[in-house]
């Protein structure tokens, strides 16, 4: 992939307007419309509307705009750090691709380093697996962590197991009601649209995405993978989610004290999927990374 496109994308995304965007990169409108598709080909997904009323980031553009700029600025750190006269002395940089936020990455982090000296970990979340099974054949990302039941076509390096629980407002009175739900029906509840029809939550979704529910009915609010925009839909909103029992540990301390978790037998397999090809010097950090995202 050309570096160059994500360049054109965020000066397309900083001014909403392809004349302005195109005189910053000395392009013309053709060659950046150009490579404003061939970015939207590799992740998937459309990054801009054009309309009435001009251009505007769709909501996958927004999302995509941080992660791109997180990823040019280690891009140039990379540039400017690594030290081609000596091994020793290079920094290197691994990109991390995730469906959810993997949590304990500075313990992970601090582990490879006391392994091999000087390493940046830099994370993109919130992709989904189509998203950055592309980024991963197109060089952009070394590894990835997903749900296996969605890379079937793939062999993971590494699978483990996630357990998964229920995040309620402490005290809600939808905590006994889904107790009660629990014990009577184990893993098969389901969540109900507004009409009373099943709408069946497979699990490997869940790691993309997490639904945010409220009321007795469990109509859906949103779905999303920031943790704080969940805790704070489900105090302000008496509302629940199911999640990863690991992404417990992002949550600030102060806030648990306003939270009531409810375990659950559901599990789901993970697994590390790494690029089709990988730097000689990045292959024992890719190795470590893979083993202690599994148990840390």
């Not at 030290?83 to 691994?94: A, C, Q, T």
């Not at 992002?250 to 990988?278: C, H, N, Q, R």
Request: charge should be neutral; include cysteine.
């Amino acid at each position: 992939m050309d570096i160059r496109n994500l360049e054109a994308f965020i000066v397309l995304a900083e001014t909403l307007n392809y004349h302005k965007a195109s005189e910053r990169l000395y392009l013309s409108q053709p060659a950046l419309t150009k490579k404003i598709h061939g970015l939207e080909d590799i992740l998937g997904a459309s990054l801009f509307t054009r309309g009435p009323n001009g251009t505007r980031l769709t909501d996958f553009g927004h999302k995509t705009l941080e992660n791109a700029r997180n990823f040019l600025t280690h891009y140039e750190r990379f540039k400017s750090q690594v030290h081609f006269d000596s091994k020793e002395d290079m920094v290197r940089h691994l990109y991390v691709g995730s469906c959810f936020p993997i949590h304990n990455y500075s313990q992970i982090e601090r582990q490879i380093v006391a392994n091999k000296g000087d390493i940046v970990l830099a994370l993109v979340t919130g992709l989904s697996v189509e998203q950055q099974i592309n980024l991963l054949n197109a060089g952009m990302l070394h590894v990835a962590v997903m749900p296996l039941a969605s890379i079937a076509q793939l062999e993971p390096k590494k699978v483990f197991t996630e357990r998964l629980v229920y995040i309620f407002k402490k005290r809600s009175n939808l905590i006994s009601k889904f107790r009660t739900a629990l014990s009577k029906f184990g893993n098969e509840i389901f969540p109900k649209n507004s009409t009373g029809k099943k709408e069946v939550a497979e699990l490997t979704d869940c790691l993309n995405v997490f639904p945010i529910y409220t009321g007795d009915n469990m109509h859906l609010l949103l779905k999303t993978n920031d943790i704080m925009l969940i805790v704070e839909m489900i105090t302000k909103n008496s509302a629940y989610t199911c999640v990863p029992k690991r992404i417990l540990g992002s949550i600030p301390e102060y806030y648990m004290d306003f939270l009531e978790i409810v375990e659950t037998d559901k599990k789901i397999d993970l697994g590390v999927v790494w690029a089709k090809s990988i730097d000689n010097h990045l292959i024992e950090d890719v190795e470590n990374f893979s083993t202690l995202v599994a148990n840390v």
